[in-house]
């Protein structure tokens, strides 16, 4: 039965975490600033998996303004992982970070993964944020890469998000769902399409969770589900929809 409430953060009495996750492509912060601030903070986010954060000239006090607005502070990745950039929340206790470049393919852009280990309650979770390739063929080995890597974070369960530039029936797509859980697949929430904006008819963006992680919800929010943001605002922010999730993570023994 489809849900009509996404649920809210909590930690629960045996010390698993419920955790609201987001997926975010926010095109380098070169859209309205201020609306993706609110759309960010309307989430309520504990972490943030962001694509596309500026990567140049002053890279780091953007970032850092985007938090603050967002009122989050910065986890990690950024220019030093090619694009992808994690937020986090008060709740979250960092463990460890660790940016990944990705191999170069002359002609093509640099991509990588922001990557960190946090604990939010009783729970310890890996999380890698990534966008990738455009060519189908790097697309498909970097998928490979991120599995490689998650498994890599040596937590006992992790959550990988990004924006695949793939649709679900593509071979990136179809191997990282294979491996992992695909969100939305699993127990959908709010709209699917996540690009573009104006007109969305496809998802290419999305959230992936390790097999023992319970996917409480998870797809684009609407605006009747964010307090003071309008559809304007979700247009105005970037060029790509927002994913959010909410997912049980258990405890650790």
Known sequence: MPITELPNSRTEPDGSAVVRVLSYNI???R??????????RACAPDVVLVQEAPRFFRWR???????????LLVLGGGATASGPLLLCS?????ERTEDVLLPLTPGLHRRGFATAVVRIGGARLGLLSCHLSLQ??????QAGMLLDRLAALDAPHAIAAGDINERPDGRAFGRLAAGLQDC???????????WSPGDPYQRI??????????????GVPRPQ???GVTEADLRAATDHLPVLAALRVPAGA
């Open 205 to 218: 963006d999305a959230v992936f969770a390790t097999k023992g992680i319970e996917v409480l919800g998870c």
């Open 184 to 194: 939305w697949a699993v127990r959908p929430w709010g709209g699917e399409h996540t």
């Open 31 to 40: 859209d309205d600033e201020d609306a993706l601030a609110r759309v960010i």
């Open 27 to 29: 095109r380098s912060m």
């Open 61 to 71: 006090k953007h970032a850092a303004r985007l938090a603050a607005k967002s009122e």
């Open 225 to 227: 589900d964010l307090p």
């Open 90 to 94: 008060l709740r979250a206790t960092v």
């Open 136 to 141: 189908d063929r790097e697309r498909y080995d």
